[in-house]
């Protein structure tokens, strides 16, 4: 049975201050949730190649730091369903 990964957009965003760029991370991940892989984006994605896009705006820089993100559903870096 071969595995699917799933690639997730996460995005990192500051409430407070709302000045302060956002920060855009790439993750791929399996099945079972476990993370296979994490990269920092230099910018904002310019395609819509995303399984899921999740955010977390407590001003946070990092993945292991957040305690709650949103799944941002119809997200215009998600990849459109195929009907």
């Known amino acids: 049975m071969k595995e699917t990964t799933r690639t997730v957009l996460v995005i990192l965003l500051n409430r407070f ?7 855009y991370i790439e993750v791929a991940s399996d099945e079972k949730g ?4 994490e990269r920092q984006l230099k910018s904002e994605p310019k395609k819509a190649i995303y399984d899921e896009v999740w955010e977390n705006d407590d001003g946070k820089t990092e993945i292991s730091s957040c305690n709650h993100f949103k799944r941002k559903y119809r997200h215009a870096l998600e990849k459109k369903a195929a009907a």
């Open 17 to 23: 201050i709302r000045s302060v760029k956002p920060i």
């Open 34 to 37: 476990n993370i296979l892989n």
